[in-house]
């Protein structure tokens, strides 16, 4: 029979095919507990998470572990010994540390943060933890997007990237903080002096009658009206590190590759896309830069992952991946922009083995990629497809997002013609080889984002988005060679709920996670009806759950942007320091 101990036994055996990992001694340390609320496959693929890891046990003071949500026979494990989550370096139990750190990627994560405080023996509400429970954080960009429906759950949020907030943070927090410590006082402390620390009790929420909010605003005295998002300059490059992986190990998406940021933010301003306006401005780093992170990370391994937004946008990547290859290596991409995804890098792919490229359409008419403003034509997509099908025998992931505001029935066709287009000429440019690769279109609900020019949008009726699916992919039944993967409308209206609630939606998960992810019963019965964040249009003047965060993006910049993508017109990609358009470029929320 299967023993607490086993527990522990994973954790060593999954330690020791690490690279990397960072062990320290208690004694005399402030103890972090860094949590990933999902598996450790996925939690280890995150560079970000890698990153804040590194930066947290940079410090002396400080020892850092990770803790992940258990999955499998190990969740198996802990329900049937009553054993509580456990830290993976030293297998010290959640409950144990002086600081809880979650690191949130996904709203569809939240449920997940709750299961991991329960089986660490943390109480859920804030409101309830005493002296000699850990205080517990998040940061993360669900967090700075909205962290209102997750704000009864936790002590503070620190809001903005990790290099430009951490250290601060820390500085605060090893001067007013000791085991024992009274958490009120020392909250108050951290709220009054450390920029882009947002402490939710401290702010009191006031609604109409309509349920929509009235005000929100602070309830202690030396507590900010607004807090800023602080954002690095220079981003992952500093002083004390580079944006690469810190541990290797085989259990990931990338099994042992060596992850670089190779830039942070977009600029070419997609109007759904909630990271190319919350990591403004746009990040490119310096070529020599750069290639010394690529050979740092080749120390580590031959295989390196390159990360960003757009790593075909990334100023002399040719010459980067080249490097790889040129020592012996081999690489991977995380995301491409169409129109320019060059020949050169496109050779480079075919030599590191890549097998499958990915492109994002979005949407198949001309008409929809105006209005979220893609700056992506028919034939740019279409002539991308034939070099890359001259190349190799690649196989394409397309993305589509169905649900877009003014989407219409055409839209769809377009999409399904496009599709069809693109499969015929890459039958055409491959027929001398006699190979051909296949086709995987991935289609996603979209779902609107705050701080975007889409959040005034209600998300389109699950029953609508269904019937959207079941049509594409009975369209595409019959093309060969094309397979189609579909999202779950349901969990587009939950992770919708998550996005735009506010504080109020924290008792909707509360509900959920004590009937064991009961969403249907929790929606149900909810004394707020969840209709009301989800499907309902936002008014202009109204104050939206978030507006209390100051990301330096101006409202009348996304309110602009909103009313011309309803003209459907397009706008310019980010000028990053030759314009004051939307106002990121200006703001006291970038530091050095």
């Known amino acids: 029979m299967n023993t607490p101990a086993d527990i522990v036994s994973r954790h060593r055996a999954r330690l020791a095919a690490e690279r990397g990992v960072v062990r320290k001694e208690w004694g005399g340390r ?97 409101e309830e933890r005493t002296a000699g429970t850990p205080l517990v954080m998040a940061g993360g960009v669900a967090a700075f997007l909205n962290p209102e429906p997750i704000a009864p759950f936790i002590d503070f949020f620190l809001l903005g990237e990790a290099e430009a907030v951490l250290d601060p943070f820390l500085d605060a927090f090893l001067e007013c903080y000791s085991p024992g410590s009274d958490r009120e006082e020392v909250l108050v402390r951290l709220a009054g002096n450390v920029p882009g620390l947002y402490v939710p009790r401290f702010y009191q929420a006031q609604y109409h009658q309509d349920g929509t909010l009235k005000t929100f605003f602070p309830n202690q005295a030396g507590i900010p009206e607004k807090v800023r998002v602080i954002r690095s300059v220079r981003a992952g490059f500093r002083e004390k590190g580079m944006p690469i992986s810190t541990v290797l190990t085989p259990e990931t998406e990338f099994s042992n590759k060596a992850l670089v940021e190779v830039g942070r933010g977009c600029g070419h301003s997609c109007r759904f896309c909630a990271a190319g306006y919350v990591y403004r401005p746009p990040r490119l780093y310096d070529e020599s830069r750069l290639r010394v992170a690529v050979l740092k990370a080749m120390d580590q391994s031959d295989q390196v992952g390159l990360v960003s937004p757009a790593v075909s946008d990334v100023p002399g990547i040719e010459a980067l991946t080249g490097l790889i ?31 499958t490229i990915t492109i994002a359409p979005e949407a198949g008419s001309e008409r929809l990629r105006r209005v979220i403003n893609k700056h992506l034509a028919r034939d740019q997509i279409l002539d991308t497809v034939r070099r890359i099908s001259r190349t190799a025998d690649f196989s394409l992931r397309l993305y589509f997002l169905i649900g877009l505001p003014t989407e219409t029935d055409d839209d769809l066709r377009q999409m399904v013609d496009l599709v069809k287009q693109i499969r015929h000429h890459m039958v055409k440019e491959s027929a001398a080889r006699g190979r051909i690769g296949r086709i995987r279109i991935s289609v996603n609900c979209f779902v609107p984002k705050p701080f975007t020019p889409f959040q005034w949008f209600p998300l389109t009726d699950v029953g609508s988005l269904k019937k959207k699916q079941k049509w594409i992919k009975k369209a595409l039944a019959k093309a060969g060679g094309v397979d189609v993967g579909l999202d779950v409308p349901r969990w587009a209206y939950v992770q919708a709920l998550l996005c735009l609630g506010d504080r109020r939606v924290g008792s909707i998960l509360l509900t959920a996670h004590g009937s064991g992810g009961d969403w249907t019963g929790a929606l149900k019965y909810s004394s707020m009806n969840p ?38 017109e397009e706008t310019e990609i980010c000028q990053v320091g030759n314009c004051r358009r939307c106002g990121a470029c200006a703001g006291p929320h970038l530091v050095n």
């Open 531 to 568: 209709d009301f964040y989800v499907y309902r249009p936002k008014g202009d003047q109204e104050l939206l759950p978030w507006d209390f965060m100051d990301h330096g993006i101006l409202k009348k910049h996304l309110l602009k942007e909103r009313d011309m993508s309803l003209e459907g």
């Open 30 to 126: 402030r103890s972090v507990s860094l949590a990933y609320p999902n598996s450790y496959w996925l939690g280890m693929s995150n560079l970000g998470f890698q990153i804040v890891y590194r930066l947290f046990n940079q410090r002396p003071e400080i020892v850092a572990e990770r803790v992940f949500l258990p999955e499998g026979p190990e969740m198996s494990l802990h329900l049937r010994s009553g054993r509580p989550l456990l830290s993976l370096e030293s297998q010290r139990p959640l409950y144990e540390f002086d600081l809880v750190a979650f690191s949130l990627s996904f709203e569809n994560d939240y449920p997940h943060l709750l299961r991991m405080l329960d089986l660490g023996g943390i109480p859920l509400r804030a």
């Open 325 to 355: 290859l040129d020592r012996g290596g081999t690489f991977s991409v995380s995301s491409l922009r169409a129109e320019t995804l060059s020949q050169g890098l496109l050779d480079h792919l075919r030599a590191a083995g890549q097998k």
